[in-house]
C-alpha cells in the first residue's frame, strides 16, 4: 500500500504550463508501476499517462501527445507531469494513481490513489 498526495494545480491561461507533483509516503515506492487520470465536471475519468517503475518507459494518450512528459524520481518518493502548451480541454482534476500492471489506462485497473488537484485553463 502507498500514499499519494497531488500538488501543482492551478488558474492558468491557455498556452501556459504547469507541473503536477505527485508525493508517496510508502516505502516501497520504487515497486509501483504510476500513471496519472483527469476527471472534468460530468466526463468519466480519462487516462493520461503513464510510467513504468523503473521510469525506462512510458506511454500517452492522445490527448497529451507532444504537451505531455510523465517523469518521477524514485529516490524522492515522486512522480511529475509536465503539462505545456495548455488548452481549455484540458480543464479537470488530475489525480495519480499507482499499481502493480503497467499501462493500465483503466481507472479500476488501479488501486491507489490521491485526492487531486484542480487544474483549470481559460482561453
Known amino acids: 500500500q502507498v500514499q499519494l498526495v497531488e500538488s501543482g494545480g492551478g488558474l492558468v491561461q491557455a498556452g501556459d504550463s504547469l507541473r503536477l507533483s505527485c508525493a508517496a509516503s510508502?516505502?516501497?515506492?520504487?515497486?509501483?508501476?504510476m500513471a496519472w487520470f483527469r476527471q472534468a465536471p460530468g466526463k468519466e475519468r480519462e487516462f493520461v499517462a503513464a510510467?513504468?517503475?523503473?521510469?525506462?518507459?512510458?506511454f500517452y494518450a492522445d490527448s497529451g501527445k507532444g504537451r505531455f512528459t510523465i517523469s518521477r524520481d524514485n529516490a524522492k518518493n515522486t512522480m511529475y507531469l509536465q503539462m505545456n502548451s495548455l488548452k481549455p480541454e484540458d480543464t479537470a482534476v488530475y489525480y495519480c494513481?499507482?499499481?502493480?500492471?503497467?499501462?493500465?489506462?483503466?481507472?479500476?485497473?488501479?488501486?491507489?490513489w490521491g485526492q487531486g488537484t484542480r487544474v483549470t485553463v481559460s482561453s
Open positions: 494513481a499507482a499499481g502493480n500492471v503497467y499501462l493500465t489506462v483503466i481507472a479500476g485497473g488501479y488501486e491507489n
Open positions: 510510467i513504468h517503475w523503473s521510469g525506462s518507459r512510458t
Open positions: 510508502g516505502r516501497t515506492f520504487g515497486s509501483y508501476h
